[in-house]
């Protein structure tokens, strides 16, 4: 069975947290770390990202430096001495680095 592009891993083991059995992973468990069900480590997830806060959004009036596609919000706030990309084009960059 696969998870995505994922080969599935039968595994006999019970969840770290609340004691489900589990029977697949989408990795092989290595032993030195604990393993969780696919509830718990939802649930985790879930309250991790509830603890981060969230990314203020700017209003800007700005071109993309790459592409020239005009850019309305930044989760900063341009200085003005550098190059301001949209998403696509710093993505972009990033990849070519």
């Known amino acids: 069975m696969t998870f995505g592009d994922r080969q599935m891993h039968d595994v006999d083991i019970n969840c770290a947290k609340c004691n489900t059995h589990i029977s697949?992973?989408?990795?092989?468990?290595?032993?030195?770390?604990?393993?969780?069900?696919?509830?718990?480590?939802?649930?985790?997830?879930?309250?991790?990202?509830?603890?981060?806060?969230?990314?203020?959004?700017?209003?800007?009036?700005?071109?993309?430096?790459?592409?020239?596609?005009?850019?309305?919000?930044?989760?900063?706030?341009p200085t003005g001495d550098k190059p301001v990309y949209c998403r696509d084009c710093m993505q972009a960059r990033r990849n070519n680095a």
């Open 24 to 77: 697949q992973l989408p990795f092989q468990p290595s032993g030195d770390r604990p393993v969780y069900c696919a509830d718990c480590n939802r649930s985790y997830r879930e309250s991790r990202s509830n603890d981060k806060p969230q990314a203020q959004m700017h209003e800007v009036d700005v071109d993309c430096a790459g592409c020239g596609t005009h850019i309305s919000q930044l989760p900063f706030q």
